[in-house]
């Protein structure tokens, strides 16, 4: 198991990722935002919401919390509401005013243990029946972040979901077939549970 990136290193390497000329080119019609748009419902919380790819998609309605200082400092230079962990609980302490709780790329990077203690750790912030969307690389992707620690399929993804207290509703491979997860890095298993 390789040593743990340091945060800055981390956040550089968002960085590269996120300005790739053919991500430039064509962020007006990036399929993963009009995914995200379409599955989240009512104000957002984005747990691990790195150097706000995804805020960038509903800046008016989605919130970001990172335990990386250094990308929640690039989320708060580009206009996005981002906190660290106790900034962001004391700011929300008491308030359940999220209908959605997003980690997208999170979960890969723990245990299935500490993905379910994470979710449960920002349930107080849900409104009633709010949603949980999870989002995990297949195998390709899997295997392109040396950062990534458990394979989140369909079946661990379930268990997080129904050890934190949702009922899975839905889940599926995006943006192509389950079949091509071996061969292309931005598929993904995704899935969405209510809370119970």
Known sequence: MMAPM?????????????EQRWKQVFAFANP??????SIVSGATLEVGC???RVLNFLPQQMVGVDRNAESVGVCRDKGLEAYLPAEFESRYRGRQCFGTLLL?????????AEAIALVQGYRPYLESQARLVLI??????????????????FERLAAICEGAGFAVQSAYSFPFARSMGRH???NE???IGKLL
């Open 32 to 37: 993963y935002g009009i995914h995200i748009r």
């Open 50 to 52: 790195g150097i706000g």
């Open 104 to 112: 997208s790329h999170v979960v890969e990077h723990m245990s299935t």
């Open 184 to 186: 292309y890095i931005y």
């Open 189 to 191: 298993f995704v899935t």
């Open 6 to 18: 340091k945060d800055s290193d981390y956040t550089e390497r968002l960085l590269r990722l996120q």
């Open 136 to 153: 995990a690389p297949q195998e390709k992707g899997f295997a392109s972040d040396a950062t990534h620690v458990e394979f989140m399929d």
